[in-house]
């Protein structure tokens, strides 16, 4: 019974082919696409508010320099924000439970952030491992500690999408599985678990769109302290 609940988890295949890139392409096909008309529709000026939205608070504590990347910060918002959503409906795989997928995202995003950093301003990006005023005695000891904090900032990236999703995958299963164990036998407390399994699925939607949130911001973050 534990193993089928960490099946979910697993990347499907179809005659042996990985599903995992059909449900990594399969968001952009939903996306409305903007037309040539002075006036769209609804759906369409929305999307372009709440884009409009994100990005203006995105990019507010970020120079002119950082504002390059609000396309790629945007889109990748936009895309786990999808994946994640959909992952949530019935018969479904979510690739951001494979924290391999989630680490792709991650190193790369945060290498090109510390390579910006060490071609614009390498003075500044070096002296972050060096805090001002620190006795001469702790140097050493605190230079191994910041380049290892500095080197394990994708880690907790990739760790905390993953974590969240697959925390909050596995409680809905348990959950829904008393319900349907609980309902011959006691219907009245089988109908509060359900109304608690309801609760808890309007949390992980939340859950979804906070978690893609919180990791372009912490890349924006990173970002910051390198433009």
């Known amino acids: 019974m534990m193993v089928s609940f960490f099946d979910q988890f ?16 399969l968001p952009w096909v939903l996306y409305p696409t903007p037309s040539s008309r002075w006036i769209n529709n609804r759906l369409i000026t929305v999307q372009g508010w709440l884009i409009n939205r994100f990005t203006n608070q995105l990019m507010l504590p970020l120079n ?8 790629l910060l945007v889109s990748l918002m936009i895309f786990l924000i999808t994946i994640n ?50 006795p001469i005695p702790l140097i050493p000891v605190l230079i191994i500690i910041e380049t290892i904090s500095l080197f394990i900032r994708p880690l907790p990236l990739g760790v905390r999408l993953t974590a969240n999703l697959t925390a909050g995958h596995l409680l ?41 949130y919180v990791f372009v911001l912490l890349l924006s973050l990173y970002l910051q302290e390198n433009v």
Do not use: C, D
Request: charged letters at 5%; a neutral charge.
């Open 172 to 212: 809905i299963q348990l959950i829904a599985t008393a319900v349907f164990v609980l309902l011959p036998m006691m219907p009245t407390v089988a109908i509060l678990t359900a109304t608690v399994l309801f609760l808890l699925t309007l949390l992980e939607v939340a859950v979804a769109m906070i978690q893609a």
């Open 10 to 25: 697993a990347s499907p295949l179809y005659l042996g082919i990985p599903l995992i890139a059909i449900a990594i392409t």
């Open 85 to 134: 959503m959909l992952g949530l409906l019935p018969y479904t795989f979510t690739p951001t439970t494979q924290l391999s997928l989630n680490m792709g995202f991650a190193v790369p995003l945060w290498l090109a952030t510390v390579i910006i950093g060490m071609r614009n301003q390498p003075t500044v990006a070096l002296g972050h491992l060096l805090p001002e005023g620190t």
């Open 64 to 71: 002119m320099g950082g504002h390059k990347w609000a396309l």
